[in-house]
């Protein structure tokens, strides 16, 4: 039987398996609804969102330590749409390098309340990622991003040409990629354009279904060939 996944960077890991036959698996992408065009975003000072598992394959705490380097260069504020484990941690982090009014922490949240229609960069610190769902819902939000080089991230965000990679674990250079883009109006803006594009382009739901049913047609033309 074939095995289905949701982005390249899965596939070459299921594809180097032991035994795994390559010509099993078909990748398909997630599809996404685009929203409505949000409004231009003019909140000073600018919003970071992070949303996502407090947990250690996300590594929000070098992301909160990031956000405090970042915040001692330039003025921001930092929405964490998230719950689990760390989240003292992330939260005695965030307060040892910034005051209380410039972060909120919103605790875990359906995917329709996460506010990405308020953010101006999201970041995902993942150490590792397979097909993030939080940076497919920023670039249909017009949403750069700032991102780890974890699995997938290279692929969505060199493609996309909508955000900055950066290497996993370091936070000075996720600071520093944070003051680029905040610093910087006009080229977010810019990004968040060839994001959404990028969404149209690339991860329509119809798409999606389509290549679904394409391979259930092939899995049941070939169970009835045998």
Same mark, same amino acid.
């Given at each position: 039987l074939p095995v289905?996944?949701?982005?390249?960077?899965?596939?070459?890991? /299921? &594809?180097?398996?032991?035994?795994?036959?390559?010509?099993?698996?078909?990748?398909? !992408?997630?599809?996404? +609804?685009? @929203?409505?065009?949000?409004?231009?975003?003019?909140?000073?000072?600018?919003?970071?969102?992070?949303?996502?598992s407090l947990k250690a394959v996300k590594d929000p705490i070098t992301f909160a330590r990031a956000i405090g380097l970042a915040a001692a260069q330039i003025p921001l504020r930092v929405m964490i749409a998230g719950d689990g484990p760390l989240a003292d941690l992330v939260?005695?982090? /965030? &307060?040892?390098?910034?005051?209380?009014?410039?972060?909120?922490?919103?605790?875990? !949240?359906?995917?329709? +309340?996460? @506010?990405?229609?308020?953010?101006?960069?999201v970041v995902s610190s993942s150490l590792y990622e397979g097909g993030s769902n939080t940076l497919l819902e920023a670039f249909a939000h017009g949403v750069p991003v700032v991102a780890t080089d974890a699995g997938a991230n290279r692929g969505m965000v060199h493609e996309s040409g909508a955000g900055i990679l950066t290497p996993v674990g370091n936070e000075l250079a996720m600071s520093h990629a944070?003051?680029?883009?905040?610093?910087n109006a006009e080229r977010r803006a810019e990004q968040g354009g060839r994001a959404r594009a990028y969404v149209a382009q690339?991860?329509?739901?119809?798409?999606?279904?389509?290549?679904?049913?394409?391979?259930?047609?092939r899995v049941l033309a070939n169970h009835g060939a045998n």
């Open positions: 289905s996944c949701n982005s390249q960077a899965i596939g070459d890991g /299921l &594809a180097a398996l032991p035994g795994m036959d390559p010509g099993r698996i078909s990748v398909i !992408l997630n599809g996404i +609804e685009l @929203p409505p065009r949000p409004p231009t975003r003019s909140s000073l000072p600018p919003t970071v969102l992070f949303a996502g939260r005695s982090t /965030l &307060a040892s390098s910034m005051p209380a009014e410039s972060w909120q922490m919103l605790g875990s !949240l359906a995917p329709d +309340e996460v @506010p990405y229609d308020q953010a101006d960069v944070l003051v680029e883009l905040l610093a690339r991860f329509g739901m119809d798409r999606m279904v389509d290549e679904h049913l394409e391979l259930y047609r």
